[in-house]
């Protein structure tokens, strides 16, 4: 039995209010995060400038020179009373991109690793990868950057211990039963199991940021000489992703 | 279009303003001006609003022809300054005529320096913002050959002056209690606020490395944090228990604990501090840090009441020994000038 973790309210700086749900990075705290910044969100409060998500909080920024803390902070915790976050619906409005990937081969080279690292054959991996729905847990690093979980327990792989020294835009990169979508070329130690041609980052397009924390998403299984012929006709960045409301 | 020719510019020069607000859930944090204390300042001397878009310069700036009179001021850390080959001051507004060529560079004081332009910069705004995000790759640096395109002016006021303030070499710098400030111990804490540090040469607009002699300031539970939200003037400690205070331009969110939060209105002190000036960090508490920081907002916006006529201006003398400035003995040596 866990023992129940009771949630934080803290300042940050004299920037907002971070409202914390666990101190380890867990689908539940994440789900309450998401869920109670949109329940926030949906009051309305004039004092707050802006909100965010990260693994395990919901971040309000608030001009803590202008606004006191403690009324703040009060006024959170009314929300929070009674009330399971980490059961909660999430927010209206979110989406369901399914984004076509090449797993393994020259464009993806370390997805057999990856799959004897979790302790699986290359078929159940690919099954994990492909399978799963995931959610975008939080947004950050990069502009527009996904962090997508959660995979199951035999993903809990570490991170490698030297880092690839450039791992290009569009990779997926696994570690700790997470996948992220690299919005640039990046060096990491999470490593490279698929590739895909999605832009998470479109300044110049309709939709910069096409991904928001709350998304699901789903990865296809596409062949490489597939890949070569959508990122030939990419000029507007979505990869030849499908985006679906989700209810 | 009005504008200034770009003839020759410093590697480290860029379109700024107050940055892009708003996208901090889509991992874009606001960027915008080091110092915007020095873009109140701009504000206040041209007496226009405080959201136009200024140039803001590193260690060198660059020399600029107009194409139009232009009003210019000049803000922040001080840089050698000329119109046409004659000194002008700095901390100060006047006006470059149609033709004219404004030289500028290097810093003597400071790290940052800020040339404002009447009507502001009308470079093209990506996000509803035309700061350059240099971390993300929003925006590209200042080039030889550009043509930075000036806004409409309303206002025809030059010549004007604001006091200089102590910012640019260091100094204490306000903190307050942060999220992670208990995950150290009191020793650690106690460490920190009794250690000078030096400002590393290694920092950009992301972030400035804080050197000190002696152990560093790891807390053993840096390890098992969850990455957490950042906001300008955290101070992060990396695990080899180094000291960062981030910037504007920071990712937004990190791996590594914040000891503590420097007050907004103290960031400007940590901005311009030069490479290798001293650096102390103080506690306050959060109900003090507000107190202090609503003050001094308060402060910002009445710049524009304290910007004074320029009554003489010493360096646009052309032929200083021969001014009797004060009736006494003048110095080439001992300058009271650089006392006012």
């Not at chain 1, 296809?220 to 959508?230: F, H, K, P």
Request: negative net charge.
């Amino acid at each position: 039995m866990t023992v129940q973790f009771s949630p934080l309210i803290r300042s940050v700086g004299l920037g907002g209010v971070l409202v914390t749900f666990g101190d380890k990075a867990t689908d539940g705290a994440n789900r309450a995060a998401i869920a109670f910044r949109g329940a926030v969100d949906a009051l309305g409060w004039p004092e707050v400038e802006e909100s965010s998500s990260t693994l395990v909080s919901a971040f309000f920024r608030v001009d803590l020179a202008q606004h006191r803390f403690e009324v703040v902070r009060d006024k959170l915790a009314t929300v929070l009373d009674g009330q399971d976050w980490s059961a909660a619906r999430l927010p209206e409005g979110r989406a369901l991109w399914t984004i076509p990937a090449v797993f393994g081969g020259t464009r993806a080279p370390q997805f057999d690793e990856a799959a004897e690292a979790a302790g699986l054959d290359p078929a159940a991996a690919l099954a994990d990868l492909t399978g799963t729905r995931l959610r975008v847990l939080t947004i950050g690093f990069a502009p527009g950057q996904p962090y997508l979980g959660t995979l199951g327990d035999a993903w809990d792989i570490p991170r490698q211990v030297g880092l690839s020294p450039n791992v290009p835009q569009g990779a997926l990169v696994a570690a700790v039963r997470q996948i992220c979508l690299f919005a640039k070329d990046t060096p990491t130690g999470w490593r490279h199991v698929g590739q895909s041609a999605f832009r998470c980052f479109r300044p110049k397009g309709f939709e910069p940021f096409p991904l928001a924390p709350g998304d699901e998403v789903q990865f296809a299984d596409i062949s490489a000489t597939e890949l070569a012929r959508i990122e030939a006709h990419n000029a507007d960045g979505s990869g030849g992703a499908v985006r679906e409301e989700l209810a | 279009m009005r504008a200034l020719r770009v003839l020759n510019v410093g590697p480290g020069v860029a379109i700024q303003d107050l940055g892009r607000a708003g996208y901090l859930a889509k991992g874009l944090t606001r960027g915008g001006a080091a110092d915007v204390r020095a873009v109140h300042e701009g504000a206040a001397l041209l007496r226009q609003a405080v959201d136009f878009a200024v140039l803001e310069m590193v260690g060198t700036g660059g020399s600029f022809e107009a194409t139009d009179d232009i009003r210019i001021a000049l803000t922040g850390a001080t840089m050698t300054a000329a119109v046409d080959g004659s000194a002008v001051a700095w901390n100060a507004s006047h006006i470059l005529p149609k033709g004219s060529i404004l030289t500028l560079g290097p810093t003597r004081d400071g790290t940052y320096g800020y040339l404002h332009v009447g009507g502001g910069f009308d470079t093209p705004s990506v996000l509803s913002a035309r700061a350059t995000h240099q971390s993300t790759g929003l925006g590209a640096l200042v080039a030889t050959g550009d043509s930075l395109d000036v806004g409409a002016d309303r206002s025809g006021d030059v010549g004007l002056t604001l006091p200089r303030d102590s910012r640019f070499g260091g100094g204490v710098v306000r903190i307050v209690p942060s999220m992670q400030t208990d995950d150290f111990d009191a020793e650690i804490r106690m460490r920190f606020v009794d250690t000078t540090f030096r400002r590393d040469p290694r920092a950009n607009r992301q972030g400035v490395r804080m050197d000190s002699d002696g152990d560093g300031f790891a807390t053993p539970k840096a390890l098992s944090i969850v990455s957490e939200v950042i906001v300008p003037g955290d101070i992060q400690i990396t695990g080899d228990g180094t000291p960062f205070v981030l910037l504007a331009e920071s990712q937004t969110t990190g791996g590594y604990p914040r000891i503590g939060t420097v007050l907004p209105c103290d960031l400007p002190r940590v901005v311009q501090a030069p490479a290798g000036a001293e650096l102390r960090f103080e506690f306050v508490s959060l109900e003090d840090a507000a107190a202090i920081e609503a003050r001094a907002q308060s402060e910002w916006c009445k710049l524009r009441s304290l910007a004074a006529p320029l009554v003489r201006d010493p360096a646009e003398m052309q032929d200083l020994l021969s001014y009797q400035l004060i009736g006494g003995v003048v110095s080439a040596v001992h300058s009271p000038l650089d006392e006012g």
